[in-house]
């Protein structure tokens, strides 16, 4: 008979795909919203500031390239944070350290207070609040989990919508340094997606894993979570006999008194592994040696080059070919609502599992770049906005499906610590990127050419993504014939 209490983390094992996963849900939407929303809209801040302080494009597009590299750079942190504390603590620290930075960039008097504050500091607390969100999404939401990233990722749509032209009125009314009090006001609201975060049972109720493949690397890899002793109780009282699929026959365990000293050679690759279990409680730097993952990355490093530059310079573009400002801005909300159309949209395609989603994510990576390749060619509003649109969704279907292809690649279980270490690693792209654009704009005195910088990444990150596609085939074809193999052995072994 099941007791109460192993039913009750039997359930809580499952993801549960619905109930206060919605508020989750709710979270990671604000978040999303509140993070890289307000990066999309600072395009309007952008203007006031280039005039302001009479510097150059490349100069002011470093405010919002430390902002994203430092997300990204921080990233393995918050996961590790996470880890060691709680997701919900996480958040709501990274909100207050959000409103600080913006509160107290309105006071800077350079651009170098400007990078410090606007720049590192809303960057570290978005990376705190970013990604333990995500992360605890991706454990509330299993057969609903491509929907579920892509309705959360839609706040940064709606989000963007709505502050683009707030912002704008409000530097009009205030000025940009009364516009950045009030984003520092409004940044609080992360410390309440924060308090949302209810801890699901399943983060922290991993059972104790005795792996046969360890003994050759001379290591017993184990999952510790808070429970790990009591499932090790479990073990013992329950003396059970697994056999893996190698065939292997593997015990759980005993007590030091109940194993003889010329048969412990396990127990002491336990107690040296002891201090390696400890960092992988945290952070899984095994994923470094994940060839898929690393490929994946790669594609990272390139689409970051141009994920954030068209977002910064659209509005600057728009003016420089006449646009007045509130139909510049007006722009970025057409993308906006686009983008909203493309996030759900592909992601119920992605949920339906009809293609592959490294096939999906391909195409629409390649149609990403090929609309900012053509995007300088616009020039009056009509054909800003057809470009503004087109831009935002193709952007709003690359954004629903990649972290979705993450969770594929390496499980949900090192979700977390793949996210920050697929942020670090693409924080080259992501620091890079706008100040690469605006150096081409200040050598050109074009905005144009800052779309020709990202159309280009894009295209090149798709390469990646075709090799990654190969190497999944190549895998998916070598598991298959293994399985074959087994069964036949096993038919033949029952012959006998």
């Not at 990604?131 to 839609?154: D, Q």
């Not at 945290?282 to 594609?299: K, R």
Request: charged fraction near 15%; proline fraction near 3%; charge should be neutral.
């Amino acid at each position: 008979m099941v007791s109460p209490v192993k039913a009750q983390r039997e359930k809580a094992a499952v993801a549960p795909d619905g109930g206060y996963a919605w508020f989750v849900l709710l979270s990671c939407f604000l978040v999303f919203g509140l993070t890289f929303g307000v990066i999309k809209a600072f395009g309007v801040f952008y203007v006031e500031i280039y005039r302001y302080f009479e510097t150059t494009a490349t100069e002011t597009s470093w405010i919002t390239s430390i902002s994203v590299g430092t997300i990204h750079i921080v990233a393995p942190v918050a996961t590790a944070l996470s880890a060691r504390y709680s997701h919900r603590s996480v958040v709501i620290m990274g909100g207050l350290i959000c409103s600080l930075g913006a509160i107290t960039g309105a006071f800077a008097c350079n651009l170098i207070e400007l990078y410090l504050t606007v720049g590192f500091l809303n960057g570290f607390g978005y990376a705190l609040t970013w990604t333990p969100t995500v992360t605890i999404l991706g454990f509330y939401f299993e057969k609903k989990r491509p929907v579920a990233n892509a309705l959360s990722s839609a706040g940064e749509c709606i989000l963007t919508f709505v502050l683009t032209p707030l912002f704008q009125l409000l530097i009009d009314i205030f000025s940009w340094r009364g516009a950045l009090l009030i984003l520092g006001g409004l940044q609080l609201n992360l410390c309440v997606c924060g308090m949302l975060l209810r801890p699901l049972n399943a983060t922290r109720d991993m059972t104790h894993v005795c792996e046969v493949k360890a003994e050759e690397e001379g290591l017993s890899v184990e999952l510790l979570t808070e429970n790990s002793e009591q499932s090790k109780r479990n073990c013992h009282e329950k003396e059970e006999l697994r056999i893996n699929e190698q065939g292997t026959i593997q015990m759980c365990p005993k007590d030091a008194e109940e194993i003889p000293p010329s048969t412990s050679d396990s127990s002491i690759r336990t107690k040296r592994a002891e201090p390696r279990n400890k960092i992988l409680r945290y952070v899984d730097y095994t994923l470094i040696t994940n060839a898929e993952f690393m490929v994946y990355s790669m594609f990272g490093i390139f689409a970051s080059l141009g994920f954030f530059a068209p977002a910064l310079f659209l509005v600057p573009f728009a003016r420089s070919k006449g646009i007045e400002e509130y139909q510049a801005a007006a722009l970025m909300s057409i993308s906006a609502v686009l983008d909203l159309f493309g996030r759900v949209i592909f992601g119920w395609v992605a949920n339906l599992r009809l293609v592959e989603t490294v096939k999906q994510l391909t195409v629409t990576v390649i149609l990403l770049g090929t609309v900012l390749l053509l995007g300088p060619l616009a020039s009056s509003f009509f054909q800003l906005a057809a470009f503004s649109a087109a831009y935002g969704i193709v952007y709003g279907a690359t954004v629903a499906i990649y972290i979705t292809m993450l969770a594929e690649l390496v499980g949900v279980q090192r979700l977390g610590s793949a996210l920050g270490f697929f942020m670090l690693i693409r924080s080259s792209g992501a620091l890079l990127g706008p100040p690469i654009a605006g150096f081409f704009i200040d050598k050109t005195s074009d905005y144009g050419t800052g779309f020709l910088m990202a159309g280009g990444a894009f295209i090149i990150s798709a390469l990646f993504l075709l090799l990654l596609h190969k190497m999944m085939h190549r895998h998916q074809r070598s598991t298959t014939k293994n399985q074959l193999d087994k069964t036949g052995q096993n038919f033949s072994t029952a012959d006998k």
